[in-house]
């Protein structure tokens, strides 16, 4: 009787894990049939390299949306990267540990703050600021990096922290019995043993910054165009996606999610990057 | 003699790698056989068939037999989770699971279906006595195992497998990181519970074996080498490996 | 030439600083900035009364009431869901390169973008299932949407629990279940709760998922097939559409604070966790 509960225990956990994932992968696949016909039935030249994107007309080049998206992460990395990694650093080798501790959760509450709300700072405070000083519309491709760059600090300080402390204090008392100072210590020994850890830190706030819809939606001022200057405004493919669904029918909504396809397709190739990142990390260790 | 465990011609494969060869030998019940031999020797291993652990590990086949009582331990319906309710296990690290003294006792008896308070309360008293535990944690017993002093956590393992009321008990290296006085008590206890349990004891320290062993087995690179009455080996070893090892040539 | 030591030391001490400085100064900006012109908004009468002319004036009851059964519907479906495949992943298979699969394919599903899944959402639930506009629709999309996390937070805090005590569960004849009741979801269970915990964060702040499968009604729903809308849908809209400034504010005031509450009560729960640990 006893046995039969645990087969059947058992039983209940394997239907659960297989409708659980076999449903997330039906999402996929889902996605994938919606949008890869079209990408087929439409030409993957066309559709990725076109600047054309005329719904209404049956056109859908995508090339803009690209190119915005490239061009805001990118942004989204000069802003973001250097203000997260150096926090990082200063927060794990030159904070009090205690200090430290307290500092961190606080910059990490600060990725659960909705992104609607980052939006609504870069409307209310950067773009006006950015319309005074350079002048152009505000909403643009620059208010955008800024406010992603703003939005993947918490991912980028929270991994690179944890990858930071992961260096054997030893490595640190190497260095330092050998009379080097903090800063040579830090740049010598730590980071290069940290390094592929941070460079993960980077690429997932890539992710993030790529797949963010409303923030950007709000900052970007959603033009179709490529980008002259960064005070130009841009629509990134999420906000394509966002601004066109609820009215889409047909070859528009397939496009839709082919563009979907294209992100899909992004965020595997980053994560994978990620975790090959993570992975030379244990390896090494 | 009755025969406890019956080994016939039993290999243990990880990862293909032969890590247990063609092991032959019987196991006395109410007896105290010591297994010694250097690191890597495949004793743990071995303990570790006896009690189908290795069934957590992925990679690994065996050959041959293993008998307890003259049934075969891994033939496919052979009930596991029977067989460690028979043979219990102390292991090197001593690891009290994070409850109280007492809840870790009647862990083993609960699992079974034990449910009568008084009957639990007195499995614990006479657990934690065989142990040698009980008076030092007779007034705590609502405390957190992980509280313990190192060798009181051990005892407190060896007390939650006697409250399951094997058969057998096996000890991989039960003393290695104890201080003197608490190997001495778990030493005491074994030499009383052998009367009532087959008791087996994987150790690194041949001294203990020759302390406490009725019977002592010497394992070098996965091979059974020499198997004997403990004065036996440690007098008049046959094989010069042997006499290598417990002299302290190596290992 | 080359510069001594010192004032490399001095000069890197400066720019990490500065940069740790400057990326608290905006982070605290954001909230004080929010919460200096959302509070004087947000009262009591605000919470509970119901919004006029569009949210112009009024409050932003129905929004609250959205705001608590979408993600209470994302929670009740994905939890079970995610702490069973999870359990089953770590405890019941062994590890192969199919795990391995799985574990990735969760990784990258996590990293997807919620405007993919308010895509899928809307297609899938609302127009194919006929569900509509809908707190359903809208509950399944971000269940879907956490669930990746979920597993994936829940392995690790499984896989966090000693293999030994596994083995001495085991070794005292438990069965599999036996060990997974009463030894390694009581030890994972505080990491589990805050996977949940942050997951109903990251559901309440949600807009995108949400917006295309919910919809925007501002009724109060009575029935799951009713269209709601949750607190950051409103204040998207509001701060969209330029409908009304000040309440736009009330409204972010009061979603920032409902998920710094979840959130901050997910790391206490973290914290107890570690110190019963160690």
């Known amino acids: 009787m006893k046995l039969f509960g645990e087969k059947a225990v058992r039983r209940i956990l394997m239907v659960t894990a297989f409708s659980a994932l076999s449903g997330l992968l039906l999402i996929a696949l889902f996605i994938l049939n919606e949008g890869l016909p079209f990408i087929f039935k439409y030409g993957i030249k066309e559709f990725l390299f076109s600047s054309d994107w005329y719904p209404h007309l049956g056109k859908f080049g995508i090339y803009p949306m690209i190119v915005a998206s490239l061009w805001v992460t990118l942004g989204a990395m000069i802003v973001g990267a250097p203000l997260g990694v150096f926090g990082a650093i200063f927060l794990s080798e030159y904070t009090p540990r205690p200090v430290m501790k307290i500092i961190k959760p606080t910059i990490e509450l600060l990725a659960a703050i909705p992104s609607v709300v980052y939006g609504f700072i870069g409307v209310m405070v950067l773009a006006p600021i950015i319309r005074a000083n350079f002048g152009g519309p505000g909403l643009s491709l620059l208010a955008a990096s800024i406010i992603l760059g703003i939005m993947i600090l918490p991912t980028v300080i929270s991994i690179s922290i944890d990858s930071i402390l992961a260096v054997p204090q030893s490595y640190r008392e190497g260095s330092y019995a050998l009379g080097a100072t903090t800063w040579q210590t830090t740049h010598m020994v730590t980071i290069k043993a940290s390094k592929s850890g941070i460079i993960a830190s980077i690429i997932l706030g890539l992710g993030r910054a790529i797949g963010e819809t409303m923030a950007v939606i709000m900052v970007a001022g959603n033009s179709v165009n490529i980008p002259n200057t960064p005070l130009d405004s841009v629509r990134t493919l999420t906000a394509n996606i966002a601004l066109e669904m609820s009215y889409a029918t047909g070859m528009h909504r397939q496009a839709l999610f082919a563009t979907g396809v294209v992100l899909l397709i992004v965020i595997i190739i980053l994560n994978s990057l990620a975790s090959v990142a993570i992975r030379k990390r244990m390896v090494k260790r | ?251 | 030439m080359r510069i001594h030591p010192r004032y490399t030391q001095r000069g890197a001490v400066v720019i990490l600083g500065g940069a740790t400085l400057l990326t608290l100064v905006i982070l605290i900006f954001i909230i004080v900035f929010i919460l200096e012109k959302g509070l004087p908004v947000l009262g009591w009468n605000f919470l509970t009364s119901n919004p006029e002319d569009m949210g112009r004036s009024g409050g932003i009851f129905p929004t609250l009431i959205g705001t608590i059964i979408l993600p209470l519907i994302a929670i009740i479906i994905a939890t079970p869901l995610g702490v069973f495949t999870s359990v089953y992943l770590s405890e019941y298979t062994k590890e192969t390169r199919a795990t391995k699969i799985i574990r990735f394919g969760t990784d990258c599903l996590a990293g997807i973008p919620s405007i993919i899944f308010g895509l899928f959402g809307y297609i899938f639930f609302v127009i194919t299932l006929g569900m509509g506009w809908s707190l359903l629709a809208g509950g399944l999309t971000l269940a879907v949407m956490i669930l990746p996390t979920i597993i994936r937070t829940s392995e690790e805090a499984i896989r966090a629990v000693p293999k030994s005590y596994r083995e001495v569960s085991f070794s005292l004849g438990a069965s599999s279940w036996q060990t997974v009741k009463k030894v390694i979801l009581p030890n994972a269970l505080p990491g589990i709760v805050t996977g949940v915990m942050l997951s109903i964060g990251r559901s309440i702040g949600e807009t995108a998922a949400v917006i295309f499968t919910a919809g925007s009604s501002l009724r109060i729903p009575t029935s799951l097939l009713d269209s709601a809308r949750t607190m950051s849908v409103h204040f998207y809209i509001l701060a969209r559409e330029g409908i009304s400034a000040e309440n736009a504010y009330g409204t972010a005031a009061a979603l920032i604070i409902a998920v710094l509450l979840v959130n901050l009560s997910a790391y206490w729960l973290m914290n107890r966790f570690i110190s019963k640990r160690s």
Request: glycine share 8%; hydrophobic share 40%; with cysteine.
């Open chain 2, 1 to 251: 003699m009755k025969t406890k465990f019956q080994i016939k011609d039993f290999s243990f494969y990880f990862n293909e790698e032969k890590v247990l060869k063609n092991i032959n030998f019987e196991i006395e019940a109410n007896s105290i056989l010591g297994i010694i031999g250097p690191a890597g020797s495949g004793k743990t291993t071995f303990l570790r068939s006896l009690n189908r652990m290795n069934d957590l590990e992925s990679g690994y086949r065996i050959e041959g037999n293993i008998l307890l009582d003259g049934i075969d331990i891994y033939k496919p319906e052979y009930d596991v989770v029977e067989l460690r309710k028979k043979v219990g296990m102390v292991f090197a690290m001593p690891v009290p699971l994070p409850m109280s003294i007492y809840e870790n006792v009647v862990y083993g008896p609960r699992l079974s279906g034990v449910q009568d308070k008084k009957r639990l309360d007195e499995l614990v008293e006479k657990s934690l006595s065989s142990a040698y535990l009980w008076e030092e944690v007779k007034d705590r017993l609502h405390t957190s195992g992980m509280r313990l002093s190192g060798g009181q956590q051990q005892r407190l393992c060896l007390a939650r497998v006697l409250a399951m009321e094997p058969e057998a008990i096996l000890l991989d290296e039960p003393s290695s990181g104890l201080d003197p006085i608490s190997t001495a008590k778990i030493e005491d206890a074994l030499t009383v519970l052998k009367k009532s349990y087959t008791i087996i004891l994987v150790t690194n320290n041949t001294k203990q074996a020759a302390r406490v062993a009725d019977n002592t087995a010497f394992f070098l690179m996965g091979e059974l080498i020499e198997l004997g009455t403990t004065s036996q080996i440690f007098t008049s070893p046959v094989k010069t490996q042997t006499d290598d090892y417990i002299t302290g040539r190596f290992g």
